[in-house]
């Protein structure tokens, strides 16, 4: 038994045919003319109005009535009422007319028009058929099964989903203010390895390819940080990359193996001009992109107004209820803690071989992430834990560094950033020893970058902001999948 949606298609394919046994293939028509989108008519209508224009996009609605038809075109900007007529089209190009079928794409010229019920509308002088849809579109799109689809099939969710449409236009709004706002100060946008030899920069499990030409492993790779620094080593002050990360991770709503992160790292300063750079950053682009710093995420007002908050992570954990690090001074109490307060679940090793930087972060995790709703700095993070980040010269066993979190959610991770070549190798072979220790996460020995610290960087303050959570935020989008156009996913049937 053939369903509906087959039959359609099937009689799509017979249309099809009989277009090209005529000599119409729609599919070898190249060009079409657009003067005007359907935002441009319907904003100028007053100026346009009894002028000619020619649209081109995807028919959405049919409806005829004897000798006249309307329609529904969708175009990049939205949708436009095109009237058409048998008196002004002919005979023969209207009966070809009532044979499109929605999902078709077509082009339109004709005169600018208000209708009766005050609809402004194009009153066709000629339709051409540019492209025959062979697949029906879906009615109904929603629902766990349909949600799934959307993912898979990202076309169809754009153009049934003008929600949907919208985050993306919303996204790239999103992208090019923050590559202006740094453009405009001065920093320079570069390009750096997608492969490379060593994954390191981050916490994080790599992707693992290989070069069969020259016969060796490579990565893809976690971060830009180490090779960002290099271009500071090379005199350039000021530099940035906004592109892909790729983490062998998990899935889930605020997380996907591919994801798009800015990097971006200035001389002569330190992590407190970083919070200053990051929360003008990220407010800037929510006056560009939603007309305010204060918008509305999942029935919340959330206010990116700079300053946000600031707080140190020792008091965090201690003001949500964890423990007092202030009074514990040893790996072996920060042991008896973890057991104390059940923090084994957070913890990436055997509690027996974690240190009190573990215990700490763990702890963090557990009592204070969830409860960070409005934009917040947390400051100052042990430095078993932050192997890139200068110590804080009254306490070397803590950092400057700074993780900003929204609505429990990290946004964005910054330093001042270790530039002493000794301290940094002792670093890595400390992570070296993690690694033996169970932790697939810890960071990787790059000689290279080490080489590059030898010549000398400045003091300078680093960030990493990930793109696809501020989108979500700017968005009201709950799912990371949402703001991604083509999720990674699973083979589909």
């Not at 407190?272 to 939603?290: P, Q, R, S, T, Y």
Request: hydrophobic letters at 40%; charged letters at 30%; a negative charge.
């Amino acid at each position: 038994m053939i369903d509906n949606e087959s039959e359609q298609a099937l009689v799509r394919r017979e249309k099809l045919a009989r277009l090209k046994e005529s000599g119409r293939n729609p599919f070898i028509v190249t060009t079409f003319e657009q003067t005007h989108h359907s935002v441009d008519i319907k904003e100028r209508f007053d100026e346009l109005a009894g002028q000619d224009a020619s649209i081109a996009g995807r028919l959405m609605s049919f409806r005829s009535s004897g000798k006249a038809s309307f329609m529904d075109v969708q175009d990049r900007d939205g949708r436009i009422q095109i009237y058409a007529s048998v008196n002004d089209l002919g005979e023969a190009a209207y009966a070809e007319l009532k044979t499109f079928d929605v999902g078709d794409i077509v082009g339109v010229k004709g005169k600018v028009f208000k209708t009766q019920r005050g609809e402004i509308s194009i009153h066709a002088a000629e339709i051409t058929l540019l492209t025959k849809s062979l697949e029906p579109l879906p009615e109904k799109f929603h629902g766990l099964k349909d949600i799934e689809q959307r993912y898979r099939r990202r076309y169809l969710d754009l153009i049934t989903n003008r929600d949907s449409f919208n985050v993306f236009l919303k996204r790239a709004k999103v992208v090019s203010s923050i590559r202006n706002f740094l453009d405009e100060r001065g920093f320079i946008e570069v390009e750096t390895p997608v492969l490379s030899t060593v994954a390191s920069g981050a916490a994080a499990r790599p992707f693992v390819t290989r070069s069969n030409k020259l016969n060796m492993e490579l990565h893809l790779r976690i971060a830009t940080e180490l090779y960002l620094k290099r271009c500071i080593v090379g005199g350039m002050e000021r530099v940035y990359e906004l592109g892909k990360d790729f983490r062998n991770e998990g899935v889930d709503i605020r997380h996907n193996p591919e994801f798009t992160m800015i990097e971006l790292y200035q001389a002569f300063t330190d992590y407190n001009g970083m919070m200053e750079l990051c929360e003008n950053i990220i407010a800037d682009a929510a006056v560009k992109v939603c007309g305010s710093a204060k918008i509305n995420y999942q029935g919340m007002e959330l206010d990116f107004t700079p300053p946000w908050r600031r707080i140190t992570m020792l008091d965090a954990i201690r003001k949500n209820g964890g423990p007092d690090f202030g009074e514990i001074k040893t790996d072996e109490e920060a042991r008896k803690a973890a057991f104390e307060f059940h923090l084994a679940a957070e913890l990436k090793k055997d509690v027996k071989n974690c240190c009190r930087g573990d215990v700490m972060n763990a702890a963090f995790e557990r009592f204070v992430e969830n409860n960070l709703i409005q934009p917040t700095f947390v400051i100052d993070y042990p430095t078993e834990i932050s192997p890139l980040t200068k110590q804080k010269p009254n306490d070397p066993t803590m950092t400057e560094r700074f993780e900003a979190f929204v609505f429990g959610r990290e946004i964005a991770n910054a330093y001042s950033e270790l530039n002493d070549p000794i301290v940094q190798r002792g670093r890595f072979i400390q992570q070296a020893e993690e690694r033996e220790l169970g932790d697939d996460e810890a960071y990787r020995l790059d000689e290279d970058f080490i080489a590059s610290l030898e010549i000398g960087m400045p003091p300078t303050g680093g960030m990493g902001i990930g793109i696809d959570r501020i989108v979500m935020f700017l968005t009201d989008t709950y799912s990371i999948r949402d703001v991604i156009l083509f999720p990674v996913m699973k083979p589909g049937e």
